[in-house]
């Protein structure tokens, strides 16, 4: 199961910071992600780590340089810091978790993964 927090109402140029906590399976295996859905639009994907440390975390080209993945492990959380916000950020933010296991492929496609949480609302205001 995946519990996504810390959405909220933000102006724009701010910061939020999301949290997805992680509970039943294992967890420090398996790949982890964020998308997003804006009303009327599809799900994209926003940015995604691997279970390997080692390996860097990747981003879409719309919040690279402005956003951040990372997890914790012992924690069986993974968070999304969201820097200098804009109104086109807003949407329903979903975690993700792989499909399978000990992938190390940048997967960017919503069916790589195969649980999501319910969704955490992020509006950006001008």
């Known amino acids: 199961q995946l519990v996504e927090s810390g959405g909220g109402l933000v102006q724009a140029g701010g910061s939020l910071r999301l949290s997805c906590a992680h509970s039943g399976g294992t967890f420090s295996s398996y790949g982890m992600g964020w998308f997003r859905q804006a009303p009327g639009k599809e799900r994209e994907f926003v940015a995604a780590i691997t279970w390997n440390a080692g390996i860097t975390p990747y981003y879409a080209d719309s919040v690279k340089g402005r956003f951040t993945i990372s997890r914790d492990n012992a924690k069986r959380m993974v968070f999304l810091q969201m820097n200098s916000l804009k109104p086109e950020d807003t949407a329903i933010y979903y975690c993700?978790?792989?499909?399978?296991?000990?992938?190390?492929?940048?997967?960017?496609?919503?069916?790589?993964?195969?649980?999501w949480g319910q969704g955490t609302q992020v509006t950006v205001s001008s």
């Open positions: 993700a978790k792989n499909r399978v296991p000990w992938t190390t492929a940048q997967l960017m496609d919503p069916t790589d993964f195969g649980s």
